[in-house]
Protein backbone atom coordinates (compact mmCIF):
# COMPACT_ATOMS: atom_id res chain seq x y z
CA UNK A 1 0.00 0.00 0.00
CA UNK A 2 1.50 3.49 -0.43
CA UNK A 3 1.66 5.95 1.77
CA UNK A 4 -0.92 7.87 -0.11
CA UNK A 5 -3.45 5.07 -0.46
CA UNK A 6 -3.10 4.36 3.47
CA UNK A 7 -3.94 7.86 4.73
CA UNK A 8 -7.13 8.13 2.54
CA UNK A 9 -8.11 4.53 3.89
CA UNK A 10 -7.36 6.06 7.31
CA UNK A 11 -9.20 8.96 6.41
CA UNK A 12 -11.95 6.87 5.31
CA UNK A 13 -11.94 5.11 8.51
CA UNK A 14 -12.04 8.05 10.69
CA UNK A 15 -15.08 9.38 8.66
CA UNK A 16 -16.62 6.38 9.90
CA UNK A 17 -15.76 6.86 13.53
CA UNK A 18 -18.90 8.80 14.48
CA UNK A 19 -21.03 6.09 13.91
CA UNK A 20 -18.68 3.39 15.17
CA UNK A 21 -17.06 4.72 18.55
CA UNK A 22 -19.47 7.27 19.90
CA UNK A 23 -22.31 6.09 21.72
CA UNK A 24 -23.50 7.19 25.24
CA UNK A 25 -24.69 4.65 27.67
CA UNK A 26 -23.78 1.98 25.17
CA UNK A 27 -23.99 -2.00 26.69
CA UNK A 28 -20.82 -3.57 25.80
CA UNK A 29 -20.31 -5.62 23.64
CA UNK A 30 -21.58 -3.87 20.84
CA UNK A 31 -21.13 -6.10 17.57
CA UNK A 32 -20.23 -3.33 14.82
CA UNK A 33 -19.30 -5.73 11.69
CA UNK A 34 -20.31 -9.67 12.14
CA UNK A 35 -17.76 -12.57 11.12
CA UNK A 36 -19.64 -13.92 7.95
CA UNK A 37 -21.66 -17.47 8.27
CA UNK A 38 -20.86 -18.26 4.54
CA UNK A 39 -20.68 -21.15 3.50
CA UNK A 40 -17.99 -20.44 0.83
CA UNK A 41 -16.27 -21.80 -2.14
CA UNK A 42 -13.05 -21.26 -3.46
CA UNK A 43 -11.47 -22.28 -6.97
CA UNK A 44 -8.57 -24.84 -6.28
CA UNK A 45 -6.35 -22.17 -7.88
CA UNK A 46 -7.63 -19.51 -5.95
CA UNK A 47 -5.10 -17.19 -4.60
CA UNK A 48 -6.18 -14.70 -1.80
CA UNK A 49 -6.41 -11.10 -3.25
CA UNK A 50 -4.12 -9.31 -0.54
CA UNK A 51 -5.10 -5.84 -2.34
CA UNK A 52 -8.97 -6.16 -1.52
CA UNK A 53 -9.22 -7.07 1.78
CA UNK A 54 -10.02 -4.54 4.65
CA UNK A 55 -9.26 -4.56 8.08
CA UNK A 56 -12.30 -2.89 10.20
CA UNK A 57 -13.54 -2.21 13.82
CA UNK A 58 -15.98 -4.95 13.77
CA UNK A 59 -16.61 -5.08 17.57
CA UNK A 60 -16.31 -2.64 21.16
CA UNK A 61 -15.53 -4.41 24.09
CA UNK A 62 -15.52 -0.77 25.92
CA UNK A 63 -15.12 3.02 24.90
CA UNK A 64 -11.44 2.21 24.74
CA UNK A 65 -10.85 -1.48 23.59
CA UNK A 66 -11.61 -2.31 19.77
CA UNK A 67 -11.50 -5.51 18.17
CA UNK A 68 -10.54 -5.46 14.32
CA UNK A 69 -10.63 -8.06 11.36
CA UNK A 70 -10.32 -8.36 8.27
CA UNK A 71 -12.66 -8.83 5.15
CA UNK A 72 -14.94 -11.87 4.60
CA UNK A 73 -15.35 -14.14 1.39
CA UNK A 74 -11.46 -13.53 0.65
CA UNK A 75 -9.38 -15.20 2.64
CA UNK A 76 -9.74 -19.62 2.06
CA UNK A 77 -8.05 -19.88 5.54
CA UNK A 78 -10.83 -17.71 7.20
CA UNK A 79 -13.39 -16.90 4.92
CA UNK A 80 -15.69 -15.70 7.61
CA UNK A 81 -13.05 -12.57 8.54
CA UNK A 82 -9.90 -12.50 7.08
CA UNK A 83 -6.70 -13.09 9.33
CA UNK A 84 -7.22 -13.56 13.00
CA UNK A 85 -8.85 -10.90 15.43
CA UNK A 86 -7.00 -8.19 16.29
CA UNK A 87 -7.54 -6.50 19.79
CA UNK A 88 -6.56 -3.01 20.71
CA UNK A 89 -6.47 -0.94 23.81
CA UNK A 90 -5.82 2.87 23.86
CA UNK A 91 -5.74 5.92 25.72
CA UNK A 92 -3.31 8.29 27.08
CA UNK A 93 -0.82 5.69 28.16
CA UNK A 94 -0.42 4.20 24.87
CA UNK A 95 -1.59 1.60 22.56
CA UNK A 96 -1.28 -2.03 23.63
CA UNK A 97 -2.08 -4.88 21.29
CA UNK A 98 -3.27 -8.04 20.88
CA UNK A 99 -1.60 -9.91 17.69
CA UNK A 100 -0.75 -8.49 14.78
CA UNK A 101 -2.51 -9.90 11.76
CA UNK A 102 -1.18 -11.51 8.62
CA UNK A 103 2.01 -9.27 7.52
CA UNK A 104 0.50 -8.39 4.19
CA UNK A 105 -2.37 -6.52 5.59
CA UNK A 106 0.02 -4.46 8.23
CA UNK A 107 -0.61 -1.22 6.93
CA UNK A 108 -3.99 -1.46 6.62
CA UNK A 109 -4.05 -2.65 10.14
CA UNK A 110 -1.92 0.52 11.44
CA UNK A 111 -4.41 2.66 9.44
CA UNK A 112 -7.24 0.99 11.36
CA UNK A 113 -5.79 1.85 14.65
CA UNK A 114 -5.20 5.18 13.45
CA UNK A 115 -8.80 6.16 12.65
CA UNK A 116 -9.43 6.07 16.19
CA UNK A 117 -6.15 6.67 18.15
CA UNK A 118 -3.10 8.84 17.84
CA UNK A 119 -1.47 7.15 20.79
CA UNK A 120 1.98 5.62 20.59
CA UNK A 121 2.00 1.73 20.19
CA UNK A 122 3.76 0.61 22.99
CA UNK A 123 2.78 -2.97 23.84
CA UNK A 124 2.34 -6.42 21.30
CA UNK A 125 0.97 -9.91 22.95
CA UNK A 126 1.02 -12.26 20.95
CA UNK A 127 -1.48 -15.27 21.46
CA UNK A 128 0.10 -17.95 19.78
CA UNK A 129 2.75 -18.54 16.76
CA UNK A 130 0.04 -18.62 13.45
CA UNK A 131 0.81 -16.18 10.69
CA UNK A 132 -2.76 -14.62 10.92
CA UNK A 133 -1.74 -13.78 14.44
CA UNK A 134 1.83 -12.72 14.29
CA UNK A 135 2.58 -11.89 10.78
CA UNK A 136 3.00 -8.47 11.33
CA UNK A 137 4.70 -8.67 14.29
CA UNK A 138 7.95 -6.55 12.59
CA UNK A 139 5.83 -3.99 11.29
CA UNK A 140 4.31 -3.36 14.70
CA UNK A 141 7.65 -3.64 16.30
CA UNK A 142 9.24 -0.95 14.01
CA UNK A 143 5.87 1.22 15.22
CA UNK A 144 7.18 1.21 18.74
CA UNK A 145 5.46 -2.02 19.97
CA UNK A 146 7.77 -4.44 22.38
CA UNK A 147 6.42 -7.87 21.61
CA UNK A 148 5.27 -10.68 24.39
CA UNK A 149 4.70 -13.90 24.12
CA UNK A 150 5.11 -17.22 26.02
CA UNK A 151 9.00 -18.32 25.68
CA UNK A 152 7.64 -21.93 23.78
CA UNK A 153 6.22 -19.30 21.05
CA UNK A 154 9.53 -17.65 20.79
CA UNK A 155 11.43 -21.10 20.51
CA UNK A 156 8.71 -22.00 17.84
CA UNK A 157 9.84 -18.44 15.69
CA UNK A 158 12.99 -18.86 16.05
CA UNK A 159 13.48 -22.50 14.81
CA UNK A 160 11.02 -22.54 12.17
CA UNK A 161 9.67 -26.35 10.31
CA UNK A 162 11.65 -27.02 7.16
CA UNK A 163 9.30 -26.72 4.38
CA UNK A 164 6.83 -29.02 2.24
CA UNK A 165 9.60 -29.85 -0.19
CA UNK A 166 12.14 -30.12 2.97
CA UNK A 167 14.11 -27.15 2.56
CA UNK A 168 14.90 -25.02 6.08
CA UNK A 169 12.56 -22.00 5.61
CA UNK A 170 13.94 -18.40 5.83
CA UNK A 171 15.29 -17.51 9.02
CA UNK A 172 12.67 -15.18 10.94
CA UNK A 173 12.99 -11.46 10.67
CA UNK A 174 14.66 -10.77 14.43
CA UNK A 175 12.94 -7.63 15.08
CA UNK A 176 9.53 -9.33 15.01
CA UNK A 177 10.88 -11.86 17.64
CA UNK A 178 9.44 -11.66 21.19
CA UNK A 179 11.25 -9.78 23.10
CA UNK A 180 9.50 -10.17 26.98
CA UNK A 181 8.82 -13.70 28.16
CA UNK A 182 7.40 -16.51 30.41
CA UNK A 183 6.50 -19.63 30.73
CA UNK A 184 3.53 -22.00 31.80
CA UNK A 185 3.74 -23.64 35.50
CA UNK A 186 0.94 -26.22 35.88
CA UNK A 187 1.10 -25.17 39.44
CA UNK A 188 -0.06 -21.59 38.56
CA UNK A 189 -2.44 -22.64 36.23
CA UNK A 190 -4.83 -19.25 35.41
CA UNK A 191 -3.03 -17.07 36.93
CA UNK A 192 -1.16 -14.17 35.15
CA UNK A 193 2.41 -13.87 34.09
CA UNK A 194 2.18 -10.55 33.38
CA UNK A 195 0.15 -7.62 34.13
CA UNK A 196 -0.14 -4.03 32.59
CA UNK A 197 -2.38 -1.52 34.32
CA UNK A 198 -2.94 1.09 31.83
CA UNK A 199 -5.40 3.56 30.33
CA UNK A 200 -8.10 2.74 32.80
CA UNK A 201 -7.65 -0.98 32.47
CA UNK A 202 -6.15 -4.57 34.16
CA UNK A 203 -4.58 -6.26 31.39
CA UNK A 204 -3.84 -10.05 32.46
CA UNK A 205 -1.56 -12.39 30.37
CA UNK A 206 -2.36 -15.48 31.10
CA UNK A 207 -0.39 -18.29 29.98
CA UNK A 208 -1.74 -21.73 28.85
CA UNK A 209 -1.10 -25.63 28.85
CA UNK A 210 -0.19 -26.51 25.36
CA UNK A 211 -3.69 -26.56 23.77
CA UNK A 212 -3.88 -24.85 20.21
CA UNK A 213 -0.43 -24.28 19.95
CA UNK A 214 2.80 -25.07 22.70
CA UNK A 215 2.98 -21.42 23.54
CA UNK A 216 -0.48 -19.62 23.79
CA UNK A 217 -1.41 -17.00 25.53
CA UNK A 218 -4.87 -15.82 26.65
CA UNK A 219 -5.58 -12.20 27.48
CA UNK A 220 -7.70 -10.87 30.15
CA UNK A 221 -9.24 -7.65 30.40
CA UNK A 222 -10.26 -7.07 33.98
CA UNK A 223 -12.68 -4.13 33.73
CA UNK A 224 -14.15 -4.99 30.57
CA UNK A 225 -14.83 -8.19 31.38
CA UNK A 226 -13.29 -9.87 28.51
CA UNK A 227 -10.65 -12.19 27.43
CA UNK A 228 -9.14 -13.21 24.31
CA UNK A 229 -9.15 -16.74 24.38
CA UNK A 230 -6.83 -17.14 20.92
CA UNK A 231 -7.60 -20.11 18.79
CA UNK A 232 -8.02 -23.70 21.07
CA UNK A 233 -11.87 -23.23 20.69
CA UNK A 234 -13.27 -22.09 17.63
CA UNK A 235 -16.92 -22.05 16.56
CA UNK A 236 -16.23 -22.20 12.47
CA UNK A 237 -15.02 -24.80 11.35
CA UNK A 238 -14.07 -27.70 13.49
CA UNK A 239 -11.37 -27.59 16.40
CA UNK A 240 -7.51 -27.45 15.03
CA UNK A 241 -4.96 -28.69 17.24
CA UNK A 242 -1.71 -27.80 15.85
CA UNK A 243 0.07 -31.02 16.77
CA UNK A 244 3.01 -30.34 15.45
CA UNK A 245 3.59 -27.40 17.00
CA UNK A 246 3.37 -28.71 20.66
CA UNK A 247 -0.93 -28.71 20.68
CA UNK A 248 -3.13 -31.08 21.67
CA UNK A 249 -6.76 -32.17 21.77
CA UNK A 250 -6.62 -33.14 25.13
CA UNK A 251 -4.52 -29.70 26.13
CA UNK A 252 -7.50 -28.27 24.45
CA UNK A 253 -10.10 -29.87 26.92
CA UNK A 254 -7.57 -28.74 29.80
CA UNK A 255 -7.87 -24.80 28.26
CA UNK A 256 -11.58 -25.37 28.52
CA UNK A 257 -11.71 -26.54 32.28
CA UNK A 258 -8.83 -23.54 32.98
CA UNK A 259 -11.98 -21.45 32.74
CA UNK A 260 -13.91 -22.12 35.58
CA UNK A 261 -10.79 -20.28 37.16
CA UNK A 262 -10.61 -17.26 35.07
CA UNK A 263 -13.73 -16.21 33.65
CA UNK A 264 -16.78 -15.47 35.30
CA UNK A 265 -20.61 -16.10 33.77
CA UNK A 266 -20.74 -12.41 32.00
CA UNK A 267 -17.19 -12.20 30.98
CA UNK A 268 -16.75 -12.21 27.26
CA UNK A 269 -14.24 -14.57 25.40
CA UNK A 270 -13.41 -13.82 22.15
CA UNK A 271 -11.86 -16.29 20.40
CA UNK A 272 -9.35 -15.47 17.29
CA UNK A 273 -12.34 -16.75 14.77
CA UNK A 274 -15.77 -17.23 14.81
CA UNK A 275 -18.16 -15.91 17.26
CA UNK A 276 -18.07 -14.28 20.53
CA UNK A 277 -19.09 -16.74 23.14
CA UNK A 278 -19.59 -16.77 27.50
CA UNK A 279 -18.05 -19.42 29.14
CA UNK A 280 -21.07 -21.91 28.95
CA UNK A 281 -20.73 -21.88 25.50
CA UNK A 282 -17.60 -23.79 26.17
CA UNK A 283 -19.42 -26.68 27.39
CA UNK A 284 -20.83 -28.48 24.33
CA UNK A 285 -17.39 -27.75 22.73
CA UNK A 286 -16.18 -29.51 25.18
CA UNK A 287 -18.28 -32.97 25.02
CA UNK A 288 -17.84 -32.99 21.46
CA UNK A 289 -13.98 -33.07 21.60
CA UNK A 290 -14.74 -35.96 24.63
CA UNK A 291 -17.17 -37.76 21.59
CA UNK A 292 -14.60 -38.00 19.02
CA UNK A 293 -11.90 -38.81 21.08
CA UNK A 294 -13.49 -41.73 22.52
CA UNK A 295 -15.42 -42.78 19.65
CA UNK A 296 -11.93 -42.58 17.59
CA UNK A 297 -9.77 -44.39 20.45
CA UNK A 298 -12.56 -47.34 20.46
CA UNK A 299 -12.08 -47.30 16.59
CA UNK A 300 -8.39 -47.25 17.03
CA UNK A 301 -8.47 -50.17 19.49
CA UNK A 302 -10.20 -52.49 16.82
CA UNK A 303 -7.27 -52.11 14.52
CA UNK A 304 -8.91 -49.58 12.05
CA UNK A 305 -7.16 -47.61 9.49
CA UNK A 306 -7.08 -43.59 9.43
CA UNK A 307 -8.79 -43.96 5.97
CA UNK A 308 -11.53 -46.11 7.98
CA UNK A 309 -11.46 -43.52 10.73
CA UNK A 310 -12.72 -40.89 8.34
CA UNK A 311 -15.21 -42.75 7.00
CA UNK A 312 -16.87 -43.53 9.61
CA UNK A 313 -18.26 -39.74 9.74
CA UNK A 314 -17.62 -39.39 13.47
CA UNK A 315 -18.60 -35.43 12.97
CA UNK A 316 -22.33 -36.05 11.49
CA UNK A 317 -23.83 -35.18 14.56
CA UNK A 318 -21.93 -31.84 14.96
CA UNK A 319 -22.74 -30.69 11.17
CA UNK A 320 -25.71 -28.59 11.53
CA UNK A 321 -24.29 -26.48 14.52
CA UNK A 322 -21.07 -26.25 13.08
CA UNK A 323 -20.89 -23.14 10.72
CA UNK A 324 -17.97 -23.92 8.13
CA UNK A 325 -17.82 -27.35 8.39
CA UNK A 326 -15.99 -28.14 5.13
CA UNK A 327 -14.83 -31.74 4.39
CA UNK A 328 -11.14 -30.57 4.86
CA UNK A 329 -11.67 -29.28 8.08
CA UNK A 330 -13.40 -32.43 9.30
CA UNK A 331 -10.53 -34.38 8.31
CA UNK A 332 -8.09 -32.51 9.86
CA UNK A 333 -9.57 -32.34 13.21
CA UNK A 334 -10.44 -36.47 12.78
CA UNK A 335 -6.57 -36.80 11.87
CA UNK A 336 -5.52 -34.65 14.74
CA UNK A 337 -7.76 -36.75 16.72
CA UNK A 338 -6.18 -39.93 15.33
CA UNK A 339 -2.99 -39.38 15.91
CA UNK A 340 -3.28 -38.42 19.51
CA UNK A 341 -5.53 -41.16 20.47
CA UNK A 342 -2.57 -43.74 21.46
CA UNK A 343 -0.13 -40.94 22.68
CA UNK A 344 1.56 -37.85 20.77
CA UNK A 345 5.43 -37.53 20.60
CA UNK A 346 7.22 -35.38 22.79
CA UNK A 347 7.26 -31.81 22.52
CA UNK A 348 10.58 -30.17 21.96
CA UNK A 349 11.28 -26.54 21.44
CA UNK A 350 7.87 -25.89 21.13
CA UNK A 351 7.40 -28.75 17.98
CA UNK A 352 6.77 -32.44 17.80
CA UNK A 353 7.27 -34.59 14.16
CA UNK A 354 4.20 -35.75 14.03
CA UNK A 355 3.44 -39.03 11.82
CA UNK A 356 2.86 -38.62 8.23
CA UNK A 357 -0.21 -39.81 6.24
CA UNK A 358 -0.41 -40.78 2.47
Not at 118 to 138: E, M, Q
Not at 187 to 192: C, N, R, S, V
Not at 221 to 247: C, K, L, M, S, V
Request: hydrophobic share 40%.
Amino acid sequence: MTKRSCLMLCAALAAAIPAVVVGQGEKYPVTVIPPGKGPYTFAPDYQTPWDKIQIMVTARMSPNLFVLHGSEGLDPAHPEASGGRVMVLFGPDGVLMVDSQNRQVAEKTLAAIRSFTAAPIKVLVNTHIHSDHTGANAFFARQGALIFAQADLRAEMLRPPLRANGQPAPAPDMAGVPVSTYAFNPGTAGQPAVTFTMNGETVDLIPMMPSHTAGDTIVRFRTANAIYIEDFYRNFGYPFADQANGGSIKGMLDAVDLFEKVANADTTLVPGHGTFVKKKDLLAYRAMLVDVLARVTALRKQGKSLKDVLAANLTAPYDKTTLGDTQQSKDRFITEVYDEAEGLPPVVDGKRTMPAHP
